[in-house]
């Protein structure tokens, strides 16, 4: 097998060589014991899979297959997911804010504060290097989702499809994306198929392509009007002056003993994320959680929230539309699927797996108009979003996936929707498990429309854009 990267090949058994020894370098911090702090739901895209699946800490390959099943009897003939990488360590960016808000609580050297010193005895360990690589835990996350999808599916995740190279992997260029990939192959290859000879037989390829999971970073109109547009997130810097996140600042000043003036917003959301990583990295409970009573994380996470959904959700139409490419190609595969499963009985591409981002995701059900809330976030009514839908937690975190399944009915073909495992309804059907020409009513729109070029290109000097939130 091979990998794609630019049109140039790299053999996956070097990809795999590499991969497995990168690991072990970064593994020996890694799995340590501890208790589950009781913010660890508030994490927004920190959040560890488990949190949102907690049956998977008493078991990991558990499967529900009884929220899985049809009412109908159907006939799955192909599987698409949207994937996100695992677990992964802070980047260069995140490092420097976690020394800074470590130096500041250290360099002082109080002695006598319980927590203080409980955080000078932490182990400041994390580095520039890490610089959002994949960790152990990350790769066991992509290992162990291959394994339960091909146990929920089994006839998808057939070996011989594998070895006859009819199983597509694609993948961000990012190096996280690229090794939980691997990592999910190697979850079908060497713990569900227990295959041991398949290096020297399997020449199939994995492709590296940005255009698909990294749209984001192509279009034009996203990264000038929103990526690069100080102004575009102006309600996430105006909450970070309301009362509630200046409540959390005094407090976490307080309990550490310094001047209000020397901690900032992104200083205490860097304490917070310490404890994020050091349970998802290593499972352990951090003192740094110790700053934080739930309350306090309800207002994090609406923080983190409230930049999603102004940079990745609804908050921007061009959020959602930089998705166009992406939606295009997975409802070209199902159209496949369906034509070659009417023609012949038998489809050429039976499981297709994409590894991306959270920003990969949030976009794309957006545009599908999943978790809308009737009310847009703002800096105002954090109050009032208690119960909202757009939690980030809860959609994607690590290794979040939204996966496609296409079953062969008497009369019909039904799309049955899942993310994290989980049953989703599409938008105005209750039905688990619509015909998939329902479905394509339901995004007309969007299919006859949804123009990648179109909609990311700049206006000209002669042409105005209003800024509105998208409407599915």
Request: proline share 4%; glycine share 4%; hydrophobic share 40%.
């Amino acid at each position: 097998m091979a990998v794609v990267l630019n049109r140039h090949v790299v053999l996956l058994t070097f990809a795999f060589t590499r991969f497995c020894s990168a690991g072990n370098l970064v593994a020996n911090r890694e799995h340590q014991t501890g208790d589950i702090p009781a913010i660890a739901k508030y994490f927004g895209t920190k959040t560890r899979y488990e949190e949102i699946n907690p049956y998977l800490l008493n078991d990991i390959l558990f499967v529900n297959k009884t929220s899985l099943q049809l009412q109908q009897e159907c006939t799955p003939v192909h599987i698409s997911a949207v994937i996100r990488h695992g677990t992964r360590f802070p980047t260069a960016k995140n490092v420097k804010m976690m020394k800074d808000i470590y130096t500041i609580v250290t360099k002082t050297k109080r002695r006598g504060l319980g927590l203080v010193d409980d955080i000078s005895h932490w182990d400041m360990w994390y580095n520039d290097t890490m610089d959002g690589q994949l960790v152990k835990k990350g790769r066991d996350d992509h290992m162990n989702l291959a394994f339960r999808l091909a146990t929920a599916y089994p006839s998808l995740f057939t070996e011989d499809s594998f070895r006859d190279c009819r199983m597509k992997f694609i993948t961000s260029s990012k190096h996280r994306c690229v090794d939980s990939t691997l990592s999910f192959i190697e979850g079908l290859v060497m713990k569900y198929w227990k295959m041991q000879d398949w290096r020297k037989d399997v020449h199939c390829q994995l492709e590296v392509n940005d255009d698909l999971m990294r749209f984001f970073d192509k279009c034009e109109r996203f990264v000038v009007d929103v990526e690069e547009n100080k102004t575009a997130l102006q309600q996430v810097d105006l909450f970070k002056t309301k009362p509630e996140m200046q409540g959390v600042l005094d407090k976490v000043a307080s309990l550490l003993d310094i001047a209000a003036s020397d901690i900032t917003a992104d200083l205490v959301e860097a304490a917070f994320y310490m404890c994020s990583y050091d349970l998802s990295i290593r499972n352990l409970k951090s003192p740094w959680c110790q700053l934080f009573d739930q309350e306090d994380a309800k207002v994090l996470e609406y923080a983190s929230d409230l930049k999603q959904y102004w940079k990745r959700g609804y908050g921007h139409e061009i959020n959602s539309k930089s998705s166009c490419t992406l939606f295009h190609d997975l409802f070209r595969r199902l159209d496949k699927a369906v034509e070659e499963s009417e023609r012949s009985g038998t489809v050429s591409e039976p499981a297709a797996f994409q590894i991306g981002h959270a920003e990969t995701l949030l976009p794309l059900l957006s545009l599908m108009g999943f978790f809308k809330d009737e009310t847009p976030l703002t800096a105002d009514n954090f109050a009032q979003q208690g119960g909202r839908v757009f939690r980030t937690g809860h959609i994607v975190p690590y290794a979040s996936n939204l996966v496609f399944i296409l079953h062969r009915c008497e009369g019909s073909y039904r799309l049955q929707l899942l993310l994290n495992e989980k049953p989703l309804s599409f938008p105005q059907t209750d039905d688990p498990a619509p015909e998939y020409q329902h479905v394509k009513n339901l995004y007309s729109n969007l299919l006859e429309g949804c123009d990648f070029k179109k909609e990311c290109k700049l206006p000209s000097a002669n042409e105005t854009v209003n800024p509105i939130i998208h409407e599915l």
